[in-house]
């Protein structure tokens, strides 16, 4: 339906940097995310796309857990907009779009607010599972399943920030090593055989396949960076080489 209303002009759609038109919505499972070019266009998304979804549907739009955000050079809106009935983020707020933070503002700063919800997931996951005893090799099979694991969706897209990838890493080396510590900022040496360098490598080379965050949310990037160089084309690739061409200038 939304994509009806694109193609007959009833909406009009953000326009991406390369000039193409994005699609009027990303979607997984139950939430959506549209994308217009003007309030108006929203209101119309809305009232005839996505409520009549509902109501052949029985799924429900709650309004008051929407949240909106401005880009480009449209001028600033934040608060509730009557029209739509969507409360809009202040600017230099972020919003998350599928587990990604989304913002005009600091990029840095919401990355390290993501990535710090993270560290705090494995630290959860490090204090539960240190009460169990375990062998050398099964605390890395729980490091690497139950821990590193939760970086997967979120490196994909943003690179992971100095000082929360030394914390999620000690984190993780504080459990396989059998040494927790009270706090991932702790400055204390972990000691242990094997060394880091080791127990990262895999068993055919005579280390443990422990989890390295660092060349993980490396190889993550690395594939999205792969589909980019594939010559489909899709419009979201517009947007990805924005991305790599801002990490790049950080580095």
Not at 50 to 72: D, E, H, R, W, Y
Not at 232 to 245: C, D, E, T, V, Y
């Amino acid at each position: 339906a939304l994509r009806h209303l694109q193609a007959d002009g009833s909406i009009g759609t953000v326009r991406l940097p390369a000039g193409p038109r994005l699609p009027p919505s990303h979607q997984h499972a139950d939430d959506i995310t549209i994308h217009t070019d003007s309030i108006a266009s929203a209101k119309i998304a809305i009232d005839g796309a996505i409520m009549p979804f509902c109501q052949a549907s029985g799924s429900v739009l709650n309004l008051s857990k929407s949240t909106g955000l401005m880009l480009g050079d449209h001028a600033s809106l934040q608060g509730l907009e009557p029209t739509t009935g969507i409360t809009f983020a202040a600017p230099t707020a972020s919003v998350k779009h599928l587990g990604v933070p989304l913002t005009t503002g600091d990029r840095a700063a919401a990355a390290a607010n993501a990535w710090q919800r993270l560290v705090g997931a494995v630290a959860a996951r490090v204090r539960h599972w240190s009460a169990h005893s375990l062998t050398l090799p099964g605390r890395v099979y729980v490091a690497k399943q139950l821990m590193a694991s939760t970086i997967t969706h979120l490196a994909s897209f943003i690179e992971p920030p100095p000082a929360q990838l030394k914390a999620m890493q000690r984190l993780i080396d504080g459990f396989i090593l059998h040494q927790p510590i009270g706090h991932p900022s702790a400055d204390r040496p972990l000691r242990g055989r094997p060394s880091a360098a080791i127990k990262a490598l895999p068993g055919s080379e005579g280390g443990l396949a422990a989890p390295d965050i660092d060349l993980q949310a490396t190889a993550l990037r690395a594939k999205t960076a792969a589909r980019l160089l594939h010559p489909q084309r899709r419009p979201w690739k517009a947007l990805a080489h924005l991305g790599f061409k801002i990490g790049r200038a950080h580095v």
